[in-house]
């Protein structure tokens, strides 16, 4: 027993040494015990990191602020008027999306609306929104107040779907199914991809496809995804896609979010949508008197002037991501996860209940468990032995070990940690 525990260890040891992403933790603030150790950090999916290169590049626009004023909209050492563009290549390669089809902007709740505005038409029957019935909560608000903004009930017209009795996660067929049994009445596919509570991962071209070819528009929720798994937003054929950068992304609290908007709507001006100055033509914006006249692609769903405060630590962060890629990233996480549930299945303990998919195409970082008969407490002892994970009442622990800054190591010491603490209970 004793020597199969050094031999996974050992194998941790190895697989950290050999890291091509090893030199990636540094680079990154890892918040400290009292005892001046690092915790583990498995809270990535909630709030990415500060990289040490943020503070350099927001005190570069403190500075340009502080001796330029106004003038630093155009001579700032990166001017500030085409500030957001800056983001847009590299943002657009993380997602797998053309850069006219990408824009960063506001923050994701908001861009969920400004989707909708433009992609939830209700007409006639076709006036349903399905989506997950563990859909993150602010979405369920979202949708439900869109509804209601048409004038209609959700009682009858937001459909969710729910895992079967017993089970965690939505198997792919049934997701056909309700499209199938549905389509007809359903005038918005909107699904958290991955979603946050199981860590399960869709097929975003197969739903596309199903939704489309019932005639229904199809848009993602990609909080959980960007940034953690590979996607490719344009050939997934989506409508929209919408996500916040403060999770894997490690662009601070609150920070601005993202939007992608397939190259097919771009320029449509049939699409009702709510307009400001930054969307207008950017040769003219400044003539304040012109009527409206749409950027081509997804920058003409901006209305406002960016935070540049809060953008200039998303580009900081992003050129990590440039840097890396996100097939390299992709690879790490999920050896990292297979080793998680590697090592929670050696368990062998009847408590423990792995929510997410142990299929690697259905997943991303996150593992979520479920320790039965088990309370905050459990919680509590993890963050006191030195690790910080997110809690879902009553009994869920996610831990998402985050290519970027995470070992190999800190996923033996988890489990070692749990189990100890199981034993102890
Ligand atoms: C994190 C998250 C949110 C939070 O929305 P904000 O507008 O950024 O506060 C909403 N939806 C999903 C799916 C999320 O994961």
């Given at each position: ?94 997602v797998g999306a053309k ?105 975003m071209k197969?739903?596309t ?22 996607l490719q937003l344009h050939d997934s054929g989506a ?23 397939h ?163």
């Amino acid at each position: 027993m004793e020597e199969e525990k050094i031999d996974v260890q050992a194998y941790a040891m190895q697989k950290d040494q050999e890291d091509p992403l090893k030199g990636y933790r540094n680079q990154f603030y890892l918040p400290k015990q009292a005892n001046g150790e690092p915790y583990v950090y498995f809270c990535g999916n909630s709030l990415g990191l500060q990289p040490k290169s943020v503070k350099e590049a927001v005190n570069q626009e403190l500075l340009d602020w502080q001796n330029l004023g106004v003038e630093g909209h155009l001579q700032a050492k990166n001017p500030w008027l085409p500030y957001h563009e800056y983001l847009t290549p590299a943002m657009a390669k993380m997602v797998g999306a053309k850069e006219h089809e990408v824009v960063v902007m506001n923050t994701l709740s908001v861009n969920l609306h400004l989707m909708m505005v433009s992609f939830y038409q209700p007409k006639g029957d076709r006036n349903k929104i399905l989506i997950e019935s563990d859909a993150f909560p602010s979405d369920r608000y979202a949708v439900t107040s869109q509804i209601r903004y048409h004038g209609l009930d959700p009682t009858d017209c937001l459909i969710a779907l729910a895992p079967r009795t017993g089970e965690h996660c939505l198997r792919p067929e049934d997701i056909a199914e309700s499209i199938k049994q549905h389509g007809d009445s359903i005038a918005l596919i909107l699904i958290g991809n991955t979603n946050y509570y199981t860590g399960q991962y869709f097929d975003m071209k197969a739903i596309t496809k199903l939704g489309h070819d019932l005639g229904c528009t199809v848009g993602f929720d990609c909080a959980h995804a960007a940034g953690n798994v590979a996607l490719q937003l344009h050939d997934s054929g989506a409508d929209f896609a919408v996500w916040c950068s403060y999770k894997y992304l490690n662009a601070g609290p609150g920070s601005i979010g993202a939007c992608f908007v397939h190259e097919r709507h771009g320029n449509r001006t049939d699409l009702p949508k709510f307009t400001g100055w930054w969307g207008h033509n950017k040769e003219t914006r400044f003539g304040m008197r012109d009527a409206y006249d749409p950027i081509p692609g997804a920058e003409s769903w901006q209305l406002s002037n960016p935070p540049i405060l809060s953008i200039a630590a998303v580009w900081a962060s992003l050129k990590l991501f440039d840097e890396v890629g996100m097939d390299a990233l992709t690879r790490k996480s999920l050896e990292l996860t297979g080793y998680l549930l590697a090592l929670i299945d050696s368990l062998d303990n009847p408590r423990i209940e792995v929510l997410t998919p142990l299929d690697p195409n259905q997943r991303g970082s996150q593992v979520s468990i479920r320790v039965k008969d088990s309370g905050k407490s459990l919680f509590d002892e993890l963050y006191n032995n030195g690790i910080i994970a997110d809690w879902r009442e009553p009994d869920v622990i996610r831990v998402a070990p985050v290519p970027f800054y995470n070992t190999f190591q800190e996923v033996f010491m988890f489990v070692e940690i749990l189990k100890s603490l199981l034993v102890d209970e």
